[in-house]
């Protein structure tokens, strides 16, 4: 597939999703969201890929959904269409997708941003849902998702006032990782997604798999759940790959890469 909007590059086994579209601040219209979503299917089924990076420019990561496409909406359209639950194809993405984010990432961009496995920053980033100054509220998951990364006290007041979070404050808050200089950002994250594709790649799909659960289940489903992937594990070759390499005080060399 030929695309307009984002680059897509692979960096040994590690595949790149860069937005681009700076004129706009890499703002999310409906051909971001299908040509994203479609990089990152085509890196999930892609067996030679095993970690991905999603990100944008220095100057923005994404600063919203694309507010000149969805001004003339009627409700009617935003129902029918079911606005914005394409993204849902990226959450689906069952390989680890690393959030690369400098610069600006509001509304959407800060959706996009958590719909990741987590978040890497430049010390420059900013992260706002600014919607409620458009006379709206989040649509892609920050009244949700904003809450459970850094709680209701927070998060009612970056959805009801507008104000943007800095790097450090998003750091302090759980919000990001880590923190990085600007210039380092995009290394520190391939550096990540490349530690990560290094592992056993059925193992490392489990454990994603066991943390998302935390998100929607009670502590002792999550428990029972995360005890039962566990138990799985020893039906890899990986699991004695890896302990037998602990043991025989060598590297591992796991095969399901
Ligand atoms: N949608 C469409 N275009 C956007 C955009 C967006 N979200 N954000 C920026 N742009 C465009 C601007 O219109 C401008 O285009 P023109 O040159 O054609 O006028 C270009 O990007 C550069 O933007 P600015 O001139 O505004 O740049 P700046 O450096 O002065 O300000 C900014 C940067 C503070 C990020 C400012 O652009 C801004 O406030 N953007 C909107 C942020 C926002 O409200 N985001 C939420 C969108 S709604 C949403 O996301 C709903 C949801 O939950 C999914």
Known sequence: MAYETILVETRDRVGLVTLNRPKALNALNAQVLEEVVAAMQAFDENARIGAIVLTGSEKAFAAGADIKEM??????DAYMEDLFAGWGGLTRVRKPIIA????YALGGGCELAMMCDFIIAAENAKFGQPEITLGVMPGMGGSQRLTRFVGK????????????MDAAEAERSGLVSR?????????????????IADFSLPAVMMTKEAVNRSYETTLAEGLRFERRVFH?????DDQKEGMGAFTEKRLANFKNR
Do not use: N, Q
């Open 71 to 76: 001004m003339p909406k009627t409700y009617i």
């Open 100 to 103: 690369a984010v400098a610069g």
């Open 153 to 164: 006290s927070k998060a009612m007041d970056m959805c009801l006032t507008g104000r943007m």
């Open 179 to 195: 923190v990085v200089p600007p210039g380092e950002l995009i290394e520190e994250a391939l550096k990540a997604a490349g530690t």
């Open 232 to 236: 799985a594990m020893f039906a890899l």
